[in-house]
């Protein structure tokens, strides 16, 4: 069975620009999240998805943060613009509908510069 | 914010030893979880324990959850390289597409 993928897997930008992440879920699995992880912290919640609906993206700074789920599959998250604080990995996780184990991608390292 | 806090921040054990790490957490849960990360990599779901278990298996992994202490434990016996890592508990509210909110982690690491 394929993973979750993300993609790129490593990104460097200066502040203030613009960049994009990709997420393919596991076929079948309903729910997609997005996760920020700051070295040496846990992955914090982002936004959640519900096939293409948005479940919690209460802590989704959406000032600069957009993320979207075409057709209930893919996702992508948009940093724009980028600060030095988003430094982070990001993680894409999926599940089935009903379950709560999380099958995680393995994520991008974005360093904004 | 975090939700869970674990302890401790850093663990350095010999291979073939066990190694306990703790989580504490702050409000009430449905269903707590343990993951594991390998440096520069996703994370990997290790085992769920629900609010009504008290212990739960998995080969070399024992899990103990204490709701009247809102908290857990996470024991690794007879450690190898492989299971160097960092630990994260997380905490899911209910059970189903449930957010999870995730501790601090744990940095293991087995010396050979």
């Known amino acids: 069975e394929a993973g979750v993928a993300q993609s790129p897997r490593y990104k460097i930008i200066e502040k203030r620009q613009s960049v994009a992440f990709w997420c393919n879920p596991i076929s079948g699995h309903a729910t997609l999240y997005w996760y920020q992880q700051i070295l040496g912290q846990g992955p914090k919640l982002l936004i959640q998805?519900?096939?293409?609906?948005?479940?919690?993206d209460s802590q989704l700074p959406k000032d600069r943060f957009s993320a979207e789920r075409l057709k209930g599959v893919d996702s992508t998250l948009k940093i724009q613009p980028a600060k030095l604080e988003d430094s982070a990995v990001y993680l894409c996780?999926?599940?089935?509908?009903?379950?709560?184990?999380?099958?995680f991608g393995p994520g991008t390292r974005l360093t904004v510069l | 914010s975090q939700q869970g806090e674990e302890d401790p921040q850093a663990l350095s054990i010999q291979e073939g030893e066990n190694a306990t790490m703790n989580c504490s957490y702050k409000t009430s849960i449905n269903n707590l979880q343990w993951y594991r990360q390998n440096s520069g990599r996703g994370l990997v779901h290790l085992i769920l324990i629900r609010s009504n278990e008290r212990e739960k298996h998995s080969g070399r992994l024992r899990v103990t959850l204490d709701t009247s202490k809102k908290s857990s434990s996470l024991l690794i016996t007879a450690s190898r390289a492989a299971d160097t890592a960092s630990y994260f508990c997380?905490?899911?509210?209910?059970?189903?597409?449930?957010?999870?909110?995730f501790g601090t982690g744990t940095r293991l690491t087995i010396i050979p």
């Open positions: 997380a905490t899911a509210r209910s059970f189903g597409n449930e957010k999870l909110t």
């Open positions: 996780a999926s599940s089935l509908a009903g379950i709560n184990e999380q099958f």
């Open positions: 998805f519900q096939n293409n609906g948005v479940v919690d």
